[in-house]
């Protein structure tokens, strides 16, 4: 990399933010204007209703102060279940990693990848979360991690193993919220979210939350408009998610559906292996621990419960050790395990596809 450059990564302010909107449009070659607040408006506000902490998020690289590139750091809450214990995590959602074509292979990339890991650790995350090229983030520290089931669910079968759906499915609305969130805080693993949140993605232009419910029981269905044949989350009663699933293939006229939910021990993913033609399970997308101390503290009793059993000492492990270990709760190393590993049951996180950016 050229350090001669005079250049600057820095959170962005209001001031900026016009600017970033506008780089980021042309660094990912989107020719709709204003793509990112349109169809990420979770993370992407309106220019007139963004709040200096919303545009903060994103980490902008100045070259001779002209924004050339950025990295978004997304703060989340994981929720998540691990040996019986609930634990909650500080995420750092990486999104929007772009460099402008003229300012590419000059390193400018590599430096902002450790910058912001440099700021994740100053700003307390517990782990950092991204999609990508798995190839080139692992060099950072970022892997494969947490399971996911992937359903496929075929018409022809449906039918033979569905009998009533006339249920009253309709787009859910602000008065569905108290019932979406309540269905939705059934998963073991989830991002947290809060009604303002609800409330965003049910006006993003991009998704739609089908729901329905009677006196006994409930489900909702969320998808991306322009894939219906993907369900990105389901949740309810066998009954309601039966009647969801007909009623969405018929009326998109489908033969079959993916059906995406958590590897995890639930009646809504009994009720998906029941009706689906074929399963498969897949990562989460990649993850890297943020502050490996931070997190031990948060895992150790349960870390120490399994290590006492296999009568491994861990009480003087050292920074590198504990990484370590906390790497294969997470899976880093699920493939590569050698006999007289240490053995621990993985954490099996998992984010919707509505949380990621």
């Known amino acids: 990399m050229n350090n001669n450059l005079d250049k600057s990564f820095e ?31 979770h993370i992407f506000p309106e220019v007139e209703h963004a709040t200096s902490r919303e545009i903060a998020n994103n980490r902008i690289l100045k070259i001779d102060n002209k924004i050339v590139g950025c990295i978004g750091i997304y703060p989340l809450e994981l929720e998540t279940a691990y ?37 994740m650790y100053d700003e307390g995350y517990d782990i950092s979360w991204l999609i990508g090229d798995r190839l080139r983030y692992k060099n950072y520290g970022w892997d494969y991690s947490g399971r996911t089931c992937k359903f496929e669910i075929e018409y022809r079968q449906l039918v033979k193993l569905v009998d009533d759906t006339e249920k009253d499915i309709h787009l859910a609305t602000i008065q569905d919220i108290p019932m979406l969130s309540s269905l939705y ?12 949140n609800w409330e965003i993605n049910l006006e993003r232009s991009n998704i739609a939350i089908k729901c329905c419910n009677d006196d006994s029981s409930k489900g909702y269905m969320i998808y991306e408009k322009e894939n219906p044949k993907c369900i990105l989350e389901i949740q309810g009663d066998s009954e309601h998610i039966e009647s969801l699933l007909m009623k969405h293939m018929l009326d998109n006229e489908l033969k079959q559906i993916t059906v995406l939910h958590p590897y995890e021990n639930s009646e809504v993913l009994s009720c998906l292996n029941r009706l689906a033609s074929n399963l498969s399970i897949n990562h989460c997308d990649q993850m890297n621990i943020i502050n490996p101390e931070k997190l031990w503290d948060k895992l150790y009793p349960m870390i120490k419960e399994q290590c006492d059993k296999q009568n491994i000492d861990i009480a003087n492990y050292e920074e590198n050790d504990k990484r370590q270990l906390l790497e294969k709760i997470f899976a880093f190393d699920f493939f590569d395990r050698k006999d007289g590993d240490i053995r621990l049951e993985p954490i099996n996180w998992w984010m919707s596809c509505i949380d990621k950016v």
């Open 185 to 196: 805080d059934n998963y073991e693993n989830r991002a947290s979210r809060s009604t303002d």
């Open 83 to 119: 040996q019986g214990s609930k634990v909650n995590l500080t995420v750092g959602g990486i999104g929007t990693v772009c460099i402008l074509k003229d300012y590419r292979n000059k390193g400018l990339m590599s430096f902002m990848l450790k910058e912001t890991i440099k700021m």
């Open 11 to 41: 959170k962005c302010t209001p001031k900026d933010y016009e600017e970033l909107l506008l780089v980021i449009n042309e660094a990912f070659m989107k020719e709709e204007d204003n793509w990112f607040v349109k169809h990420l408006p």
